[in-house]
């Protein structure tokens, strides 16, 4: 797995689904600044890396969950990774909204499943996991055994390890931001004088650049 995880670092620095700025910060949605921006719905227009994503997601999958009944992916982002897993794998796939929908059905969870299915969540980014969590406990109120939840990237958080923790989900995934990080320093992508400012975002992100 830690060959898998530099090659997927790899290939997102290299695709640019993952930037890094420590000297020209982003500002998220939150209002958080931060030193890297991550946006791994790029990974589907190249079909190498979406194949490698796939075939790592499948591999993981098999070998943590064999009792997996079904893929649920995690809406917006996670929906196309999830159906092409559950393709490879031959099992049946979901996804989850971030909320019912407020007309037609009033679906939250579209496609067809059943009580008791186990189910293993795919979703393409973790960072605080509050999104995250809430597919699991939708599926969950829906009747369905969440077996676990796989993900392409975590920023290691310790909030959102402290929330999987508190929901009992187990968390597994392909690559992750200490990973990220040294693979960027050994590419050229970042320097060793921007890892020490790197590093301290990573801790607390909500006040960093303040």
């Known amino acids: 797995m830690e060959n898998s995880a530099k090659k997927i670092a790899e290939y ?5 689904a993952i930037k890094l700025q420590p000297s020209n910060p ?8 931060s030193p890297i921006y991550c946006d791994n719905r790029k990974t589907l227009s190249f079909p190498e890396v979406r194949s490698y994503i796939r075939d790592s997601f499948a591999a993981l999958i098999t070998d943590l969950y064999p009792g997996a009944d079904m893929i649920a992916g995690v809406a917006t982002g996670a929906i196309a990774h999830g159906a092409l897993t559950a393709d490879r794998l031959g099992k049946p796939f979901i996804y989850v909204r971030s909320e019912a929908k407020e007309h037609g059905l009033g679906n939250q969870i ?4 059943e009580e008791g299915w186990k189910v293993v969540v795919v979703e393409d980014l973790i960072s605080t996991g509050g999104s995250s969590l809430n597919a699991v406990k939708a599926l969950r109120s829906a009747g369905c055994e969440v077996l676990g939840m796989v993900a392409i990237f975590t920023y290691e958080f310790k909030r959102a390890s402290d929330g999987f923790a508190a929901e009992k989900c187990n968390l597994n995934t392909l690559c992750n931001y200490t990973t990220l990080i040294d693979t960027a320093v050994k590419a050229g992508y970042v320097t060793e004088s921007d890892v020490e ?9 909500a006040f960093w650049g303040k």
């Open 12 to 16: 997102l620095l290299q695709i640019k």
């Open 26 to 33: 982003f500002t998220w949605a939150s209002g958080w600044k």
């Open 110 to 113: 579209e496609g067809y499943y």
């Open 197 to 205: 400012a790197l590093k301290k975002w990573r801790v607390d992100p």
